[in-house]
């Protein structure tokens, strides 16, 4: 596909828009779960190694021919090679009117995914919006739609329980790990500045000092797990993943 029709991103806030500049892509696809990958490929020891030797002979070689030498700054990997494997290669299907003729066809090819409604327009708006609402409920799956199964992208992002403002801490723990491999549980906690929501505190409580770096230890060593497991899973073309 060539550049010129890359630019359909998921993660993006607008970036599903047809004829939107891209020019500035890198910058908005920091905040997204793209760059928290990049991210946990420059913490990954394993894919590191990979890129040492240009992805070949290595176990992680399906990866590195994806997302390729990750030793570069973002914006440049960005325009290099995230933008290629993170675009949609089609365009999300949107609501639209359809003639008789087209209506015809899509019964016959496309039925599991789309409902075609027959819809007098001689009734009153609030009217047809309920029975409308009837028949989705009836058809559509509702919260349990994976909408990620529908990417068109040549990498596409795992369905996850884990929040997602959760994730750029799990990167963050993995960095100081990356860089500190021999740090304290207590320390990690401290530099990773995991806050109270992520320590399990109630508001009331009162530990001492003994207690409070205890906690701190459990909620380190809680989090310095997934956080490897999040960057194995990364580099073996699972993400976002603690599993």
């Not at 016959?108 to 009153?124: A, G």
């Not at 109630?202 to 909620?219: G, I, L």
């Not at 490897?228 to 993943?241: D, E, G, M």
């Amino acid at each position: 596909m060539s550049d010129e029709k890359l630019g359909l991103y998921k993660e993006i806030p607008g970036g599903l828009r047809k004829g939107r500049s891209t020019a500035d892509d890198w910058r908005k696809a920091k905040d997204t779960l793209y760059y928290e990958w990049w991210r946990c490929l420059n913490v990954s020891n394993e894919y590191l190694e990979c890129c040492a030797k240009g992805g070949k002979n290595h176990a992680l070689a399906d990866t590195y021919a994806l997302f390729g030498d990750v030793n570069v700054s973002w914006e440049q990997w960005w325009g290099n090679i995230g933008k290629r494997i993170f675009s949609e290669r089609h365009q999300y299907p949107k609501v639209r009117v359809i003639d008789q003729d087209e209506a015809l066809s899509k019964l016959e090819v496309e039925s599991k995914e789309f409902l075609i409604l027959d819809i007098p327009l001689t009734l009153r708006r609030v009217t047809i919006l309920e029975q409308i609402n009837k028949l989705l409920d009836e058809r559509h799956e509702g919260k349990n739609l994976d909408v990620r199964a529908q990417s068109t992208a040549l990498v596409q992002l795992e369905t996850t329980k884990l929040q997602h403002k959760t994730i750029p801490t799990l990167v963050d723990v993995a960095e100081i790990l990356y860089r500190n491999p021999d740090i304290q549980l207590y320390q990690l906690a401290q530099r990773a500045k995991l806050a109270e929501i992520h320590l399990g505190r109630k508001v009331q409580e009162v530990n001492s000092p003994e207690q409070e770096k205890q906690r701190r230890q459990m909620a380190a060593s809680r989090y310095k797990e997934q956080a490897q497991r999040l960057v194995y899973n990364a580099a073996r073309l699972k993400f976002p993943s603690i599993e």
